[in-house]
């Protein structure tokens, strides 16, 4: 931790000539402006398009000189930029990682173009309806938090952002506190550590210019339907859910259990052998639950042909209740056990998934002792664990439905469920 907050990790990994350059702020599209969806992501990806110094092809010929890659992202509560190469390239890398996040270039001619590319994309998604459904569950679910719109923006607030809204929110989230320094693989730690002490020292802001904080999220009242007519579509895609826990729950660790048994463990899962092996209503479905910061969404995901969309909703209500009811078996539980503990190690595979999860562990007030125990405390988990979580964390009487696909020929069915609105 260097004196002014700011954390530096370096994991050394011998075994690859390797280099992977995490610079992470706990800052993303939770801080979009109303109105201005997109904005961090806009922001971030203009990190990686020119410097003072260079210009954006001047940039990504000297990145791609040294067989490198660079890139730059923001999600709901993080800002991320990322250099990856040889590490014999290590200082000429971490140069050029300073560089791009200290003196970036925001050209207006880049951002325009950035723009454009970015809104030609979201009109390419409009005929995709599995994204379609996605954005507008995660959209109502959370209506009216700075959580109700798409990290990438939407068409409607694209046009509308300019080149300075973006400098602006990049100046008032340069390194708050909180944010992050992870380097892996083939370095020397006591150099890296020198480094970042000689070109961070004095750089962490002290006032945060961030997003909120954790705030009671909307409540659900019944069961809500939300209909979106696609006349064109055989099939229809369906999403249910509501809002779950934060990752740094104390329930989360236990819900990943259940949840694998429910719905995530693919063929092992009760929602998989019932709705697809059983009935043929569909190929895949899942049940997830995102791990954010703050309450993440818990959603089933599945698709189903026109005729038995309304019967494969009913069935997922009777799969839900019937384990909340039943709870899991003792052979369920073991494999799920058996699953998440052993796969496990391949979460770390890579350099840049042991940077991932260190960062992950970070952001979420997990600290790094959740990286090493998780394994010892899924093995932990009871069936009276497994049964209590389900009970209290998921909630069929209080779930949102969206389904896109031909309205008509399931609308009334619907009715029966609660409000359905179009």
């Not at 954006?56 to 999600?75: I, K, P, Q, Y």
């Not at 064109?232 to 740094?248: E, F, K, N, V």
């Not at 890579?350 to 125990?373: D, F, K, N």
């Not at 998921?394 to 696909?405: A, F, K, S």
Request: glycine fraction near 8%; hydrophobic fraction near 40%.
């Amino acid at each position: 931790v260097l004196k002014n907050g700011l954390k530096v990790y370096v994991v050394q990994r011998r075994e690859l000539p390797l280099a992977s350059i995490h610079l992470v702020t706990p800052c993303g599209a939770e801080a979009d402006p109303r109105g201005g969806a997109g904005l961090a992501h806009l922001t971030a990806e203009m990190l990686t398009l020119g410097t003072q110094k260079r210009s954006a092809s001047h940039l990504a010929a000297e990145v791609e000189g040294l067989g490198a890659s660079l890139s730059a992202s923001s999600g709901w509560n993080s800002t991320s930029l990322h250099l990856f190469g040889l590490s014999e390239d290590f200082q000429r890398l971490i140069d050029l990682l300073l560089e791009i996040y200290t003196e970036p270039a925001f050209s207006p001619e880049e951002f325009e173009l950035l723009k454009q590319r970015r809104l030609a994309a979201l009109v390419q998604q409009k005929d995709e309806s599995q994204i379609i459904a996605d954005e507008r569950f995660q959209e109502l679910l959370f209506q009216g938090t700075p959580y109700d719109h798409p990290v990438y923006g939407t068409l409607k607030s694209l046009p509308s952002l300019l080149c300075g809204e973006s400098r602006d929110f990049y100046r008032r989230t340069f390194l708050p506190p909180g944010s992050l320094f992870v380097m892996a693989g083939d370095l020397d730690a006591e150099v890296c550590f020198r480094w970042a002490e000689d070109h961070f020292s004095s750089a962490v802001q002290g006032s945060r210019g961030l997003g909120p904080e954790e705030s009671p999220p909307p409540s659900l009242s019944g069961v809500r339907t939300i209909l979106v007519d696609r006349p064109d579509l055989t099939q229809s895609q369906i999403r249910l859910g509501h809002i779950g826990m934060p990752h740094a729950h104390p329930d989360y660790l236990a819900f990943e259990v259940m949840n694998y048994i429910l719905g995530a463990g693919g063929f092992a899962s009760r929602l998989m052998r019932r709705i697809r092996s059983d009935l043929g209503y569909t190929y895949g479905i899942r049940g997830s639950l995102e791990p954010r910061k703050h309450s993440g969404p818990f959603t089933i995901s599945t698709f189903t042909p026109t005729e038995t969309t309304f019967p494969c909703v009913q069935e997922i209500f009777s799969v839900i209740r019937s384990f909340m009811a039943e709870g899991a078996t003792d052979q369920e539980r073991e494999e799920a056990v058996s699953f998440l503990t052993g796969s496990y190690p391949m979460r770390f595979e890579t350099l840049s998934q042991v940077a991932y999860r260190i960062i992950q562990a970070e952001l979420h007030g997990l600290g790094l002792e959740y990286l090493a125990r998780y394994p010892e405390r899924i093995s932990t988990i009871s069936l009276e664990d497994l049964a209590r979580v389900a009970r209290t964390h998921i909630h069929p009487e209080r779930m949102l439905i969206v389904v896109v696909g031909r309205v008509e020929k399931f609308r009334r069915e619907f009715e029966q469920l609660g409000p359905v609105e179009m």
